[in-house]
């Protein structure tokens, strides 16, 4: 079984920061990599930020309307964290982060296990 724990979010006025960390335990925990995802109901959940493991290298990918504006870092210790800037009020959602060992980067369904969300609202 693996666990994620989700910390950071919060309330930010427009044009404000924060960073949102994951971090990913138990068994074969590092044989998994994390994806950002995002929801306002009822909207379905969307991809914000993972890496696509496809090629020789892992890179980041973001969505178009997120990409100068949030970074994803894979911390040690199996953390990795969402550091969002310039935030906007249609930032605003429940953010989740999940795992997954294979599949594509940008699909939830391709993720085995998932965070508890933490609420993003952006003030404007």
């Known amino acids: 079984q693996v666990r994620l724990v989700q910390t950071g979010g919060g309330l930010v006025q427009a044009g404000g920061s924060l960073t949102l960390s994951c971090t990913v335990s138990g068994r074969d925990a590092n044989t998994f990599t994390v994806g950002w995802f995002r929801q306002t109901p009822p909207k379905e959940r969307e991809f914000v930020a993972a890496?696509?493991?496809?090629?020789?290298?892992?890179?980041p990918n973001y969505r178009a309307s997120v990409e100068d504006r949030f970074t994803f870092f894979t911390r040690v210790g199996n953390r990795f964290d969402l550091q969002m800037t310039n935030l906007k009020p249609e930032d605003t959602a429940v953010y989740y982060c999940?795992?997954?060992?294979?599949?594509?980067?940008?699909?939830?369904?391709?993720?085995?296990?998932w965070g508890q969300g933490t609420q993003v609202t952006v003030s404007s």
């Open positions: 999940a795992a997954r060992q294979t599949g594509p980067y940008y699909t939830p369904s391709a993720y085995n296990y």
């Open positions: 890496l696509d493991l496809s090629g020789r290298t892992a890179i």
